[in-house]
């Protein structure tokens, strides 16, 4: 290979392939020197500097070749300004003076770190600890910003943008955060802690996000906090409830009446219901055949459970067969049907749908649900628990935006 496609494969700037060694225990030395005769005084600017040496050459570790370790020999070039009298060394642009380590090297370790442990990429990248640790932290807190704002740049640009707001729980019934999501493009705009009303409304880094934007629509599960502050800050936005927690409503209430049927059956039955009790939630079009039977001599058992399963089956049609028009009228149809069952954990959930069966018929004016959020929500939910909860606030959001949004950092 010719030392000029070296030059290209490196990609450092200012700088020539002068020699390469042969692999030898996973390490490859390339010398290196730079291009200019002259650098500029980094203290006046003078172009009057005059060279006065090299001192011992620096070893710096740059991206692997093959598999093998690339350690970069640079000239540490004495100059002296003529203009301010300066004494200084030579700077190369891709790594900072001192550093051990390039600049690019350091970014792709800390990128590595996505879908993985800090720990773990220290290792694969072979570095001592405290070292990557801290390039680590640092890239991040370049790289991910950086990012953030071009996300929210092209949320602002897209035409009918559609907003997802949905929480997930740093500890399960006690501390949870927001995250507002751009769901035509898939990004993670910003996570906030806490979901209740004040504490979103008062939030001035999630102010200044949302004031940014102007959403076509906006969708949400039913929590009241979640629609009072959309109402709020986007009052011309559409406010969706999300088909799948609404859906959940209608099969929690298909596995209320479930454990209360099983309480009058035999024990054979009440096994045979409890091992089968998913077939339940499974759309009744997707089911196989064996299923099918099965199904069958499940709301066999009872006629409540039969009522309720295929009311829950209606709803679906319904989400999938409507349109805008008639979206809220045959809801209210479906609703009415619910409540001639005289089912009591029917009509329990079905006061949330009266409630909310605006905000739900919404869903036919813009099929949009939270389902990609909730993909998200669990590599979140991987990520809290490889890393034993990160202390530091920043870090810890860092860290999420890098594993929600990794396909979007610059290059
Ligand atoms: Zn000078």
């Known amino acids: 290979m010719h030392l000029h496609d070296i030059n290209t494969l490196l990609n450092l700037q200012g700088v020539t392939v002068i020699s390469i060694t042969e692999p030898s225990e996973n390490k490859v030395y390339v010398s290196l020197e730079p291009i200019d005769s002259h650098q500029l005084c980094p203290s006046c600017g003078s172009i009057h500097t005059i060279r006065r040496g090299k001192s011992a050459p620096r070893h710096?570790?740059?991206?692997?070749?093959?598999?093998?370790?690339?350690?970069?020999?640079?000239p540490t070039i004495r100059l002296t300004c003529k203009s301010c009298g300066l004494n200084f060394t030579w700077e190369y642009s891709f790594v900072e003076p001192k550093s051990k380590y390039t600049n690019a090297f350091k970014d792709r370790l800390a990128q590595s770190i996505n879908g993985g442990t800090v720990k773990h990429s220290?290792?694969?990248?072979?570095?001592?600890?405290?070292?990557?640790?801290?390039?680590?932290?640092?890239?991040?807190?370049?790289?991910?910003?950086?990012?953030?704002?071009?996300?929210?740049?092209?949320?602002?640009?897209?035409?009918?943008?559609?907003?997802?707001?949905?929480?997930?729980?740093?500890?399960?019934?006690?501390?949870?955060?927001?995250?507002?999501?751009?769901?035509?493009n898939g990004t993670l705009l910003t996570v906030v802690r806490g979901r209740k009303y004040e504490e979103l409304i008062n939030n001035l880094e999630l102010q200044q996000c949302v004031s940014a934007l102007s959403p076509f629509a906006v969708v949400m599960d039913l929590a009241k906090s979640y629609h009072n502050f959309a109402k709020k800050?986007?009052?011309?936005?559409?406010?969706?409830?999300d088909r799948f927690h609404v859906n959940r409503y209608i099969t929690d209430a298909l596995h209320a009446i479930r454990k209360r049927v099983c309480r009058t059956l035999n024990t054979y039955q009440a096994t045979f219901l409890k091992h089968n009790k998913k077939?339940?939630?499974?759309?009744?079009?997707?089911?196989n055949n064996s299923e099918r039977l099965l199904l069958k001599r499940i709301?066999?058992?009872?006629?409540?459970?039969?009522?309720?399963?295929?009311?829950?089956?209606?709803?679906?049609?319904?989400?999938?067969?409507?349109?805008?028009?008639?979206?809220?009228?045959?809801?209210?149809?479906?609703?009415?049907?619910?409540?001639?069952?005289?089912?009591?954990e029917v009509d329990e959930a079905l006061k949330t749908f009266r409630n909310w069966k605006v905000e739900i018929s919404n869903y036919h004016k813009c099929r949009f649900t939270n389902a990609a959020v909730e993909g998200k929500n669990n590599k979140i939910k991987a990520l809290q628990r490889r890393s034993y909860f990160?202390?530091?606030?920043?870090?810890?959001?860092?860290?999420?935006?890098l594993e929600c949004n990794c396909e979007f950092l610059p290059a």
């Open 390 to 401: 990160l202390r530091n606030r920043t870090s810890y959001e860092y860290r999420i935006y």
């Open 60 to 74: 710096v570790r740059h991206l692997d070749l093959c598999e093998n370790h690339t350690i970069l020999i640079l």
């Open 299 to 344: 709301l066999h058992l009872s006629s409540e459970l039969e009522d309720a399963y295929w009311l829950k089956e209606d709803l679906i049609e319904w989400y999938e067969f409507s349109n805008k028009k008639n979206a809220l009228n045959l809801l209210e149809k479906w609703i009415q049907h619910g409540e001639s069952l005289g089912i009591p």
């Open 279 to 287: 077939l339940l939630e499974k759309r009744n079009d997707s089911l």
């Open 233 to 241: 800050v986007f009052p011309n936005a559409i406010r969706i409830a």
């Open 122 to 184: 220290i290792q694969v990248f072979d570095v001592p600890y405290t070292s990557g640790e801290r390039f680590i932290k640092k890239s991040l807190s370049h790289i991910v910003p950086l990012m953030q704002s071009e996300l929210l740049k092209s949320a602002q640009n897209s035409t009918k943008l559609i907003i997802g707001i949905d929480d997930f729980a740093i500890r399960k019934g006690h501390t949870y955060n927001t995250g507002i999501h751009d769901l035509r």
